[in-house]
Nanobody
Framework: VQLQASGGGLVQAGGSLRLSCAASGKIFSINAMNWHRQAPGKQRELVAGTSKSGVKNYADSVKDRFTISRDNAKNTVYLQMKSLKPEDTAVYYC??????????????????WGQGTLVTVSS
C-alpha cells in the first residue's frame, strides 16, 4: 500500500491551498486517514483526521481554517486550507490505517505514510 501526496506549494498569507493524498495497492479497507505536518525544528503534529464513517477532528491551531474530506471510492483524502498563516509553513504528510488481505486471505492491519508535500506561506 502506498500514499501519494500532492498539492503543496508557495502561497501568500491569507491564501488557500488544497492537498490531496491517494492510496494505492492491495487495499481491502482504509480506516482512518490523517494529515500531519512538521515545521523546521519542530516535532510532527497531527493537523486533521477523518474516520471511515466521516468523523473528523482538527488541531486547535487549524480549526475553522482547514477542512479534511475523503472520497472512499477513490481512497483519497483531501485537506482544504484557507486563511493560511506563515506558521502553517511545514511539510505535510498524509497517513492512513488500512486492512490488507494476504494471499491466503488473512487480514492484516497496517499504517502507511505519504512522502510529504511542502507548504510554504509567505508573510
Amino acid at each position: 500500500v502506498q500514499l501519494q501526496a500532492s498539492g503543496g506549494g508557495l502561497v501568500q498569507a491569507g491564501g488557500s491551498l488544497r492537498l490531496s493524498c491517494a492510496a494505492s495497492g492491495k487495499i481491502f479497507s482504509i480506516n482512518a486517514m490523517n494529515w500531519h505536518r512538521q515545521a523546521p525544528g519542530k516535532q510532527r503534529e497531527l493537523v486533521a483526521g477523518t474516520s471511515k464513517s466521516g468523523v473528523k477532528n482538527y488541531a486547535d491551531s487549524v480549526k475553522d481554517r482547514f477542512t479534511i474530506s475523503r472520497d472512499n471510492a477513490k481512497n483519497t483524502v483531501y485537506l482544504q486550507m484557507k486563511s493560511l498563516k506563515p506558521e502553517d509553513t511545514a511539510v505535510y504528510y498524509c497517513e492512513a490505517d488500512y486492512v490488507e488481505n494476504l494471499p491466503d486471505g488473512t487480514p492484516v492491519v497496517g499504517r502507511v505514510w505519504g512522502q510529504g508535500t511542502l507548504v510554504t506561506v509567505s508573510s
